[in-house]
């Protein structure tokens, strides 16, 4: 604690630390812990699913067909934050620590995740690094930060708990690992409530897959999506088996395998990743067409339908 | 509220109701809900299905290599209860009450899970039904239960959260829906600590899991068991990997396809279901061997080695 108390002195002397969150401080602690989070290249994309798949697990799609976090119950919002903490422990092979969660560096860092952003810190991080975490999944956004818990970054008041906040003032000594950056993101979440509403009520299982191929077209369907709307572990069996459904109107469901990569690179498209679909009405045209991406499908050449053009039966596509 | 109080004349003038457990009540939604749940032929099995599932999500061993729910947090414990909430309403397509957790057989029923079987029940369940679940990962053993809380089943005292518990002599009325049934076994749970131990500091996963194919002989390795060993998402392919590891050792690591499901029979073992492995040592024996199973693979016979004999490399064996 004698460190801590030094500091408390300086601050307190008038000598406020500068807040621009780099790390020319005097923390070695904090500077090694975020230069070990630094040397990892795909740092974001790492959090980013990190907090893609604590939420998605929480939410349990397969099971309640939820999708927004705000239908969570109270346990289990709780728990929201003891399952980041367990993803990122294992998407870092980080180890325990002997008081804190994380042994990072040879430093004690403590876990924290929070939705609004709002951390409830407890007594027992003082002194201690905190690896400060947050999600919005309606944003599509996340941030990352490590701060160092010190009397003076803590509001005063304390919860039932026995826990506080970090002061307005202090959340500019965050030193962040990642601001505003990309969570992957929630397909359902960013739907009109009118499509969501118009899937939800399809029918079956497959019917509600067939909805969602219809609606929501040219951007790629990932398995969680699936399964949410499905309630089903065999969502994706479900979008494979709505190829036959949609045929007829036109719709073919591309996915990973044989001819789909080609189709959807011909045409512009993402090309869908393994456990990925990508819905898409086709519609023939002239062999010189020019302007528009084609792609050649048994022998005829077909574009992206726009509206307005007749509805044809899908050819033979090998998925 | 009359009807709760007519019987609670009843029970108070000393004409207590028999506390046999059976459904011969006057408590006609009771004997409903009881009726529906009975329809099912594989109900103890579904059951225990969704406890394991629950348990095992929550011990998220893949990630946390944990396996005993004492080692889980008070977050965790808690949220437990709700995940088990989840999981029955999806294994029982069962839909949400209008206050309580379900609707069954058109009667309203709260669902109350409960590690010990004192479970909690809140103020709001009073005069309705209640799914009393508990299960038992030591003993391989669960409870489901249904009650109609009045206040003559409850205990006086109430926790913080305004909860108690239901008597002693209360428990009696219980019906029981499954009593000690019996829940899918916890491999790892099940083994003396000097061999987890062993298992735990063999070194790599693919080490663990070549570990654990050692000691772990002749019952069947389930997904759950090798991913929490392996820490690893593909913990059924360190399995398969450990075919050629032990492959000297005379172990050989039989599986759901080609020859695996024959030798098993053969040799009088349990045939291993499709994602699960046995692991059994191997030996020659002379073709007129008698009074112990054998099988041929390649032109010579083979039986589950007995300790003492000798050690010889497993002969080629189509997985």
Known sequence: MGDTSTLFELVAGGT??????????????????????????DLEARFGSIFRQSLDEVLDGQRTGRFDIAGLAKTEKTYLGTKVEIVTRAGFELHYGAKMDYEVAGHEIDAKFSITGTWAIPTEAMGHLCLLMSADDH????????????????????????????????????????RNASLPRNLLLSLPQSTVDRIRSA?????????????????????NTAVTVAQQKDGLKRC???????????????????????????LGLPVPEKGTFLSIRLVKVADDTDGRPVVEISGDHYAVSRPGEPVEPVPDIRY
């Open 16 to 41: 406020p630390r500068p807040g621009q969150g780099g790390t020319g401080s005097v923390d070695q602690g904090l500077d090694e812990v975020v230069a070990w989070f630094r040397g990892h290249e």
């Open 203 to 223: 029918g079956s299982g497959q019917q509600r897959i067939n909805e969602l191929l219809r609606c929501v077209q040219g951007c790629p369907i990932d398995r």
């Open 240 to 266: 494979r088996d709505a190829r036959r459904h949609l045929r007829k109107e036109g719709i073919a469901v591309l996915g990973h395998q044989n001819d789909s990569p080609k189709i959807a690179s011909a």
């Open 139 to 178: 944003k599509s956004a996340f941030d990352v930060g490590v701060i160092r818990i010190r009397p003076e970054v803590l509001n005063r008041g304390r919860n039932k708990d026995g826990k506080t906040t970090i002061t307005k003032q202090a959340r500019g000594s965050i030193v962040w690992l990642a």
